[in-house]
T-cell receptor
Framework: GQNIDQPTEMTATEGAIVQINCTYQ??????LFWYQQHAGEAPTFLSY????GLEEKGRFSSFLSRSKGYSYLLLKELQMKDSASYLC????????????FGTGTRLLVSP | GAVVSQHPSWVICKSGTSVKIECRSL??????MFWYRQFPKQSLMLMAT?????????EQGVEKDKFLINHASLTLSTLTVTSAHPEDSSFYIC????????????????FGPGTRLTVL
């Protein structure tokens, strides 16, 4: 089975940097995804890591360490619109490559 | 690209009725689509995997006779909630798997906008 852990809530200030951590245990790891979800809306894709290291995409970066079962999402130059839930999801190598989601981290950005 | 639509975006129905939700991949073909349910302030819970031309694969604890899934074409999957009850009220989200031939790094799920179901 899979077990994915994220902090429940985080707060940060506009313009700052925030790191959201995700730890996982899975029997058939085949990639880790980060999604952003605003309240009442569907998740939108942010990043994907399958190899160790850092993937950078504008203000967002994601890091993966497969040996440690650990990932983080780094958000720079925070904006108010970044207030949302951030979902870490692990793809299962078996079973049609399904995604298993963590509980999500609610990020509140204040002025 | 990679747009997924859902219809309807919200629905209110009486207890005991059935509701059909459509999920379409608009600009790509998806042999695999997924159906999720999300309760308030909780994460997405996978209900079932829908494969074009074959029976859906349901997650443990999900009643296949209550949540009927049909994936009749490479761009359409439907979820029918049969004999809906108030406890079925939730946010239902579908996703479609995009995988370009020879490019494994493109293997990503794209989500529809969701359908909010309220059963009275």
């Amino acid at each position: 089975g899979q077990n994915i852990d994220q902090p429940t809530e985080m707060t940060a200030t506009e313009g700052a940097i925030v790191q959201i951590n995700c730890t996982y245990q899975t029997s058939g790891f085949n990639g880790l995804f980060w999604y952003q979800q605003h309240a009442g809306e569907a998740p939108t894709f942010l990043s994907y890591n399958v190899l160790d290291g850092l993937e950078e995409k504008g203000r967002f970066s994601s890091f993966l360490s497969r040996s440690k079962g650990y990932s983080y999402l780094l958000l720079k130059e925070l904006q108010m619109k970044d207030s949302a839930s951030y979902l870490c999801a692990v793809r299962d190598r078996t079973g049609f490559q399904k995604l298993v989601f963590g509980t999500g981290t609610r990020l509140l950005v204040s002025p | 690209g990679a747009v997924v639509s859902q219809h309807p975006s919200w629905v209110i129905c009486k207890s005991g009725t059935s509701v059909k939700i459509e999920c379409r991949s608009l600009d790509f073909q998806a042999t695999t689509m997924f159906w999720y349910r999300q309760f308030p302030k909780q994460s997405l819970m996978l209900m079932a995997t829908s494969n074009e031309g074959s029976k859906a694969t349901y997650e443990q604890g999900v009643e296949k006779d209550k949540f009927l899934i049909n994936h009749a074409s490479l761009t359409l999957s439907t979820l029918t909630v049969t004999s809906a009850h108030p406890e079925d009220s939730s946010f239902y989200i579908c996703s479609a798997r995009l995988l370009l031939a020879g490019r494994p790094n493109t293997d990503t799920q794209y989500f529809g906008p969701g359908t909010r179901l309220t059963v009275l």
